[in-house]
Protein backbone atom coordinates (compact mmCIF):
# COMPACT_ATOMS: atom_id res chain seq x y z
CA UNK A 1 0.00 0.00 0.00
CA UNK A 2 1.02 3.55 -1.00
CA UNK A 3 1.39 5.53 1.98
CA UNK A 4 3.28 9.33 2.64
CA UNK A 5 3.74 11.10 5.76
CA UNK A 6 4.77 14.79 5.73
CA UNK A 7 6.29 16.36 8.37
CA UNK A 8 8.29 19.56 9.46
CA UNK A 9 5.30 22.18 9.12
CA UNK A 10 5.45 24.91 11.29
CA UNK A 11 4.98 28.96 11.85
CA UNK A 12 8.06 30.76 10.85
CA UNK A 13 8.48 34.59 10.54
CA UNK A 14 8.89 36.28 6.88
CA UNK A 15 12.73 35.44 6.12
CA UNK A 16 12.91 31.80 8.20
CA UNK A 17 13.54 28.83 6.93
CA UNK A 18 11.84 25.18 6.87
CA UNK A 19 12.48 21.99 5.80
CA UNK A 20 10.08 19.48 4.96
CA UNK A 21 10.22 15.45 4.90
CA UNK A 22 7.63 13.19 3.68
CA UNK A 23 8.82 9.65 3.93
CA UNK A 24 7.19 7.22 1.25
CA UNK A 25 6.58 3.88 1.44
CA UNK A 26 5.16 1.28 -0.85
CA UNK A 27 6.18 2.35 -4.06
CA UNK A 28 5.95 0.09 -6.71
CA UNK A 29 5.38 1.80 -9.92
CA UNK A 30 7.82 1.14 -12.83
CA UNK A 31 8.04 4.61 -13.61
CA UNK A 32 6.87 7.44 -11.21
CA UNK A 33 7.08 11.27 -9.67
CA UNK A 34 7.41 12.11 -6.38
CA UNK A 35 6.96 15.92 -5.52
CA UNK A 36 5.36 18.81 -3.56
CA UNK A 37 2.31 20.40 -3.92
CA UNK A 38 0.36 23.12 -1.87
CA UNK A 39 -2.99 24.42 -1.08
CA UNK A 40 -3.70 28.11 0.69
CA UNK A 41 -7.64 28.32 1.90
CA UNK A 42 -9.92 29.53 -0.94
CA UNK A 43 -7.37 28.73 -4.07
CA UNK A 44 -6.43 26.30 -5.46
CA UNK A 45 -3.92 23.88 -5.58
CA UNK A 46 -0.16 24.90 -6.92
CA UNK A 47 2.88 22.78 -8.04
CA UNK A 48 6.05 23.52 -6.14
CA UNK A 49 8.75 20.81 -7.25
CA UNK A 50 8.77 17.40 -8.98
CA UNK A 51 11.06 14.93 -10.07
CA UNK A 52 10.48 11.69 -11.86
CA UNK A 53 12.25 8.41 -12.51
CA UNK A 54 14.02 9.53 -15.29
CA UNK A 55 15.53 12.34 -13.50
CA UNK A 56 13.38 15.03 -15.01
CA UNK A 57 12.88 17.68 -12.32
CA UNK A 58 11.02 21.15 -11.97
CA UNK A 59 10.63 23.64 -9.51
CA UNK A 60 8.18 26.59 -9.84
CA UNK A 61 9.58 29.31 -11.48
CA UNK A 62 7.64 31.81 -9.09
CA UNK A 63 9.74 30.99 -5.87
CA UNK A 64 12.49 32.46 -7.19
CA UNK A 65 14.82 29.64 -6.27
CA UNK A 66 13.91 29.95 -2.42
CA UNK A 67 12.95 26.29 -2.66
CA UNK A 68 15.27 22.96 -2.96
CA UNK A 69 13.59 19.91 -3.25
CA UNK A 70 15.73 17.07 -3.34
CA UNK A 71 15.32 12.95 -2.73
CA UNK A 72 16.96 10.26 -0.78
CA UNK A 73 16.44 7.08 -2.26
CA UNK A 74 18.61 5.12 0.13
CA UNK A 75 15.96 6.62 3.07
CA UNK A 76 12.39 6.80 1.00
CA UNK A 77 12.45 10.27 1.60
CA UNK A 78 11.64 13.35 -0.28
CA UNK A 79 12.34 16.57 0.96
CA UNK A 80 11.85 20.43 0.51
CA UNK A 81 14.18 22.88 1.75
CA UNK A 82 12.32 26.18 2.02
CA UNK A 83 14.60 29.17 2.30
CA UNK A 84 13.46 33.52 2.54
CA UNK A 85 9.73 32.47 3.18
CA UNK A 86 7.27 34.73 2.78
CA UNK A 87 3.75 35.05 4.13
CA UNK A 88 2.12 34.12 0.42
CA UNK A 89 3.67 30.86 1.43
CA UNK A 90 1.44 30.28 4.02
CA UNK A 91 -0.53 27.00 3.03
CA UNK A 92 -0.90 23.20 3.45
CA UNK A 93 1.70 21.40 1.56
CA UNK A 94 1.57 17.99 0.29
CA UNK A 95 3.63 15.21 -0.79
CA UNK A 96 2.69 13.37 -3.85
CA UNK A 97 3.13 10.29 -5.59
CA UNK A 98 2.01 9.49 -9.36
CA UNK A 99 2.69 7.24 -12.55
CA UNK A 100 3.99 10.29 -14.33
CA UNK A 101 4.65 14.47 -14.48
CA UNK A 102 1.43 16.34 -14.99
CA UNK A 103 1.75 19.65 -17.05
CA UNK A 104 0.26 22.57 -15.29
CA UNK A 105 0.41 25.71 -14.00
CA UNK A 106 3.04 26.52 -16.65
CA UNK A 107 5.32 23.01 -15.32
CA UNK A 108 5.69 19.32 -14.85
CA UNK A 109 4.35 18.79 -11.41
CA UNK A 110 2.97 15.70 -9.56
CA UNK A 111 -0.07 15.07 -8.26
CA UNK A 112 -1.77 11.75 -7.72
CA UNK A 113 -1.64 10.22 -4.47
CA UNK A 114 -0.61 12.60 -1.75
CA UNK A 115 -0.19 12.50 2.19
CA UNK A 116 -2.07 14.39 4.96
CA UNK A 117 -0.03 17.26 4.81
CA UNK A 118 2.00 19.53 6.93
CA UNK A 119 0.85 23.25 7.48
CA UNK A 120 3.39 26.04 7.01
CA UNK A 121 2.69 29.04 8.15
CA UNK A 122 4.77 31.88 7.59
CA UNK A 123 3.93 35.72 9.64
CA UNK A 124 5.07 38.36 12.04
Known amino acids: ELQLVESGGGSVQPGGSLRLSCQIS????????VGWFRQAPGKEREGVAA???????NTAASLGGRFTMSLDKSKNTLYLQMNNLKPEDTAKYYC??????????????????WGQGTQVTVSS
Open 51 to 57: VDSGDIR
Open 26 to 33: GLTYPQWC
Open 96 to 113: AVDRGLTYTGGGWFCFGT
